[in-house]
Nanobody
Framework: QVQLVESGGGLVQAGESLRLSCAAS????????MGWYRQAPGKQRELVAH???????NYADSVKGRFTVSRDNAKNAVYLQMNSLKPEDTAVYYC??????????????WGQGTQVTVFS
C-alpha cells in the first residue's frame, strides 16, 4: 500500500520561510508527477506546484518566484521551499503524487495534509 507522509508545516510570520517535505513509501514501481496542492478555508483545493519525473516544474502564478518545488527520486520524496510567505498562503498543504505500485496501474495519491499559517 502506497502512503505519502508530509512534514514541515507550521506557524510563521509574513516574510519568513518554511520547507515542506513529503516522502512516499510502499511497494512502488515508478513515479510520475509529484507536487503540492493547498486548500484555504472556504476555498477549493488548488495546485501550488508540480514537478515531472524529469525535473520540469510548474507553478501557480501566485507563488512564482517565491516557492520552489524539488524532488529526490532516490528518496521517493518531494519538497516545497516556501520563501517570502504571505498571509494569503495560509492553507492546508497536500502532497500529491502519481505513482504506479508494483503489479498495479498508475494512480494518484494524496498525503494527509499539513497546516501552514502565516500571520502579519
Amino acid at each position: 500500500q502506497v502512503q505519502l507522509v508530509e512534514s514541515g508545516g507550521g506557524l510563521v510570520q509574513a516574510g519568513e520561510s518554511l520547507r515542506l517535505s513529503c516522502a512516499a513509501s510502499g511497494n512502488i514501481f515508478r513515479f510520475n508527477v509529484m507536487g503540492w496542492y493547498r486548500q484555504a478555508p472556504g476555498k477549493q483545493r488548488e495546485l501550488v506546484a508540480h514537478i515531472s519525473s524529469g525535473g520540469s516544474a510548474n507553478y501557480a502564478d501566485s507563488v512564482k518566484g517565491r516557492f520552489t518545488v524539488s524532488r529526490d527520486n532516490a528518496k521517493n520524496a518531494v519538497y516545497l521551499q516556501m520563501n517570502s510567505l504571505k498571509p494569503e498562503d495560509t492553507a492546508v498543504y497536500y502532497c500529491n503524487a502519481v505513482i504506479q505500485p508494483l503489479r498495479d496501474i498508475m494512480n494518484t495519491y494524496w498525503g494527509q495534509g499539513t497546516q501552514v499559517t502565516v500571520f502579519s
